[in-house]
């Protein structure tokens, strides 16, 4: 399998080769798919085999292992399930610090863009996602989503009033299989 992200099509599991437990996930996963797409979603299952890009510091990753929050141009939620390997952690809102509010996360940002702490670099904060990124308090206490639990989850939109849910995929996914639902 390469690494990095597999998009699974559904025609894929037909292909495989599955024990009687196999075939009941299988059937599990096409069933949570199905029921979204009646819902007018677009879900894909994506088979994720660790990481294809280098990791950057703390205060600079971007990636999914880093606590962020999704946001979205219409008003939508993240649909998401595990259904192999280590699963999704989400934070309370009062334990998230967004990351660019931090002075040495904010500092170090500034370094990167090389400019001044004005309207630009708040434009290229937003441009490379920075924005969504949050670091956990040192009192937070992670939850995790589980194995097989189908999660809807709050993005960041301006006409959603409830807080955006923040949420990373776990270090320790880094060098494992994963099996996920996403929409
Ligand atoms: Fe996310």
Redesign the pocket.
């Known amino acids: 399998m390469p690494l990095g992200i597999t998009h699974l099509a559904e025609e894929d599991f037909c292909l495989l080769e599955l024990s009687a437990e196999g075939h009941l996930a299988a059937d599990q996963m096409l069933a949570d798919l199905h029921v979204l797409q009646e819902h007018g979603l677009d879900p894909v299952l994506d088979s994720v085999n660790g990481c294809s890009h280098p990791i950057l510091g703390p205060y600079q990753r971007t990636d999914?292992g880093s606590w962020?929050v999704?946001s979205a141009t219409a008003e939508a939620d993240?649909w998401l399930c595990t259904y192999h390997g280590a699963s999704s952690e989400g934070l309370f809102p009062e334990d998230a610090i967004p990351r660019i509010e931090m002075p040495e996360a904010r500092a170090e940002l500034l370094r990167l863009f090389g400019g001044r702490d004005d309207e630009t670099f708040t434009e290229w904060l937003d441009e490379h996602f920075h924005d969504l990124h949050y670091a956990a308090r040192e009192s937070a206490r992670p939850y995790v989503f589980g194995i097989g639990n189908l999660w809807r989850i709050a993005t960041r939109h301006p006409e959603v009033a409830v807080p955006p849910c923040v949420?990373r995929a776990p270090d320790s996914a880094l060098g494992q299989k994963r099996l996920l639902l996403i929409s």
């Open positions: 999914v962020h999704d993240t949420h």
